[in-house]
């Protein structure tokens, strides 16, 4: 048996690789693991959202995603009889330095985290499944088996399952995944599509439903998704199919060749009833499984993974108290459930064979969809929501506004913005920033709020304040305001602190183990 972890993780998807990422970060103990031998070659999910580019830049990835994807991409939505040319991000997005939706293959994610934490000595284990997890004291005893049939026993303090949506984690924490699946079956192809223009996301909306062509670069130059037409033959997935799909529902009639894969799938709608039991955390898939309607599915499990990596290894660590890990399901649940309502509502009027909703997408969409265009404050609206920039925690139990709440600028619980320039870049970083903003200030230099663990570092925006009325902001590790206050009194500033960060010798937790993972 090998020393003790602080968290085994299980599944090296984009979750899973998100997490490991923040936990060598923060130089915290843990393995990863992952039944499968490779990792995905298929593309999967296309697009990475600008709030996850924000959040993965905190450790070096984000350029190198950008590097590898397409940011110059437009978006075509071709109704019965005209095609809009959809501004998607030219308003609501001049405060983050993502203003795109970054198009890359979910198995160029994966490459790109990989590389980033084999560059930091942490091997991804695959051909490694775990067989079981008890809770034994302080530590959960895991058993894991690799493809060659050996198995080790495994004690970690905490187990993460970013194992998607038929979890083991999950089920070993008895933990009920509710929901249903759409009567529909869809059909996903990445090929190559002679006669459409290149640098474009195609959206068909017909009667029968919604076609998709987005451009991927690789493994192949477009990424097809249909849904499966009534009366069609069912079985494998042909060229064919596919063919006769796109000559019917497009007037392009775009020539279908060279495909790099095929496949036909349902779509479900569930969420997991808790997101923590005990020393289990589940993340990503394994929490939540929706429409893929607005590219929001790895990402929002990218995000889960960057607000629950801090907080254990701030616990781990001995700098915060066991309640910071109750935060995670406060706070991320409601997102869950927030993306599983939004994407069914998108995905109803977009392929339900209801006669009205028919009606809309066929005779009243052409109509009405320019008018709504042309409508910034609605456009940008739509923007802040599907890039995710608009997620805050306001109504969580790590959000407190002080005793003088500012009349403008960012509540908190809000995503910090980008200004003045680079300001997220410029504080990046495992601990937590406090902000002194405005005039000059009474307070010294050096203020009085303790050592906190080298996990606190002090800023000083001085006239480059980004929010007017507020003196003092308390930025968290995932770059979400905790504490903010207008004023010289810090009394709420040091309780938040020494709740959630509280000084060396006062509360927390001790470390469970030394070094960091080196993989095997």
């Known amino acids: ?69 397409s940011t110059a991409v437009r978006l075509h939505l071709h109704l019965p009889r005209r095609v809009l040319h959809v501004p998607v ?4 997005c001049d405060d983050t330095p993502y203003p795109f939706l970054l198009f890359l293959p979910q198995s160029e994610t994966e490459a790109t985290l990989t590389a980033h934490l084999a560059e930091r000595d942490v091997t991804v284990e695959r051909g490694t499944e775990l067989v079981s997890a008890e809770p034994e004291g302080e530590y959960v005893t895991c058993r894991i088996r690799r493809r060659d049939g050996t198995e080790e026993t495994v004690r970690a303090r905490y187990v993460v399952g970013c194992d998607g949506a038929h979890s083991t984690v999950r089920s070993r924490a008895g933990i009920a995944f509710e929901g249903y699946a759409y009567p529909q079956t869809f059909l996903l192809a990445d090929l190559e599509a002679d006669g459409l223009e ?15 062509f987005f451009p991927l670069g690789t493994p192949a130059t477009w990424r097809m998704i249909a849904m ?40 479900h709608n569930r969420g997991a009833t808790h997101y923590r039991k005990g020393p289990f955390f589940l993340a990503g898939d394994a929490a ?44 991320r649940a409601p997102v869950g459930h927030g993306v599983r309502r939004l994407t069914d509502r998108a995905f109803t009027v977009g392929t339900s064979g209801h006669p009205v909703l028919r009606l809309a997408r066929t005779r009243l969409a052409p109509h009405l969809a320019p008018l709504l265009l042309r409508a910034t404050a609605a456009r940008a609206r739509l923007f802040r929501t599907v890039s995710e ?44 920033h406090l902000l002194l ?13 303790g050592e906190r663990h080298g996990l606190l570092s002090v800023h000083r925006l001085g006239t480059r304040s980004p929010w007017p009325g507020v003196t ?11 504490y903010l206050a207008r004023g010289t009194d810090l009394t709420g500033l040091r309780a938040h602190l020494d709740r959630w960060l509280p000084a060396p010798g006062t509360g927390g937790r001790r470390r469970s183990g030394e070094g960091l993972s080196r993989g095997r």
């Open 228 to 267: 499966h037409p009534p009366g069609a033959p069912g079985g494998e997935v042909t060229l064919d199919l596919l063919q006769q799909i796109a000559d019917d529902w497009t007037p392009d009639e775009p020539s279908l060749h060279d495909p790099v894969w095929m496949t036909s799938f349902r779509i």
């Open 389 to 432: 920039l608009g997620i805050h925690y306001r109504r969580g139990p790590a959000s407190a506004t002080g005793p003088h709440r500012p009349r403008q600028g960012p509540r908190a619980g809000d995503r910090l913005p980008d200004t003045p320039a680079g300001l997220q870049r410029r504080i990046a970083g495992p601990g937590y």
């Open 472 to 482: 003092h902001a308390l930025v968290r590790p995932d770059g979400y305001v905790g």
């Open 288 to 331: 939540h499984i929706h429409s893929p309607a607005g590219g929001q599915g790895m990402n929002t499990g990218i995000q889960d993974a960057l607000n629950l990596g801090w907080k254990l290894a701030h616990v781990c660590r001995g700098a915060a108290p066991e309640e910071l890990l109750e935060t995670y399901e406060a706070e």
């Open 89 to 92: 991000f030219d308003v609501g």
């Open 1 to 69: 048996m090998t020393a003790p972890l602080d968290v085994l993780v299980v599944g090296a998807g984009p979750t899973g690789l998100a997490l490991a990422t923040q936990l060598r970060a923060c130089e915290t103990p843990f393995r990863i693991v992952d039944r499968s031998l490779d990792r995905a070659r298929e593309s999967r999910a296309p697009a990475i959202q600008p709030r996850t580019l924000e959040m993965l830049s905190a450790f070096g990835v984000a350029d190198d995603l950008v590097d590898r994807g």
């Open 198 to 212: 290149q640098g474009t996301a195609h959206t068909y909306l017909t009667a029968a439903g919604m076609l998709f």
């Open 437 to 449: 903003t405005g005039p000059a200030h009474p307070w010294p230099q050096d203020l009085p709020l």
